[in-house]
């Protein structure tokens, strides 16, 4: 199966990445997209939730997405509906029937996940491609109560996954090199702004959520400390490092950083002062220890600044993005910024 062919894909479990991972497949004219929760209110809650996701669909009005405040029609999802290139089910076994990539943003519990991909092995045709959206569980411990390991893999997004480039494609030590090269294709067509990387061996929380989340974990010991408070910190990081590493990413900044000898010079300049500041950085317990107050202030401290999300500033926030990231696709070589 070629993966310039239409697709059918099957997704299992719609919550926030499952809705955003249907309008990324809905993209795709050719494609079908079946999906399928076990929530009560399904059928209703499609109707009314993808609408907001679907404002990057080719046949969607350029005027809905260009303003944040408008919501988009439901024009869209009925004829997706009706034409069959959407399709409901109340059951997996139907969903996944005739899929030729199976995609699950199921709950994050092993034993869900080891049990949902046995059934789906049960009734999906042979040459399926099953992918996983999980943030963590590698597809190693997965596919236990599989009977063919080789066809699972991790494709990891970042959240909103019709907006965010990323997609980690992270397989099994028995998944088929096959089965990750049409992941990566499939990510990496004409047309798409997708960046899929395949990553080398499973790690917990592969590469996007260590970097993350060791971020995060500095950010609340800082707070904690009481050396910054929450808002103070996300402006600092906004006024630095997000506008460079979102132009160079980290390494190509540092490269920069240490001028003519690159990040040899710069490691060799300030690597005492980095080992004084590694050796200094915060361990902190989500779990819970004698310490664990520092989540009260830093919820408290959020929340404060931030307030309640409302689904207005989710809308501002990703007309942001997509600004952002438009940015990163500009030509800005000596003859100036060309769109």
Known sequence: MSVYSSQ????????????????????????????????????????????????????????SRSSPESQPSTSLLASLVSSGRLRIHSTLESACASATIVQEQG??????????????EAVAPS????????????????????????????????????????????????????????????FSLPGSRHRPVVIRKEIPGFVGNRLA???????????????????????????????RWAGNGVFESYQYGGGEGGIGSFLNKLGSTMQTIWDGQGRINVE?????????????????????????QIQIKEARLKDIIGIQLKDYSRHGPEV
Request: overall charge negative; proline content about 6%.
């Open 127 to 186: 040459s399926a491609h099953f992918w996983t959206s999980t943030s963590g569980i590698a597809a190693s411990i997965q596919q236990a109560k599989m009977q063919d390991k080789s066809r699972l893999l991790v494709v990891h997004p970042f959240n909103p996954p019709n907006i965010m480039p990323l997609l980690e494609i992270v397989p099994a030590p028995e998944t088929s090199a096959e089965r990750v090269e049409f992941a990566r294709e499939y």
């Open 288 to 312: 819970g220890d004698a310490r664990t107050e520092w989540k009260e202030k830093v919820i408290a401290q959020v929340n404060e600044a931030y307030g309640t999300v409302s689904a207005e």
């Open 8 to 63: 059918r894909i099957a997704l299992i479990g719609l919550g926030t990445i499952g809705i955003s991972m249907a309008a990324l497949h809905l993209f795709r004219e050719s494609n079908i997209v079946d999906v399928f929760d076990t929530r009560p209110d399904f059928e209703e809650y499609i109707h009314k939730t993808l609408p907001i996701y679907m404002s990057e669909l080719p046949s969607t009005n350029t005027d």
């Open 213 to 243: 989340f060791a971020l995060l974990r500095e950010a609340c010991y800082l707070v904690q400390e009481d050396v910054v408070d929450a808002k103070d910190l996300d402006t600092i990081l906004m006024a630095s490092l997000g506008p």
């Open 107 to 120: 709950p994050e519990h092993v034993d869900w996940k080891q049990t949902t991909w046995a059934r789906i």
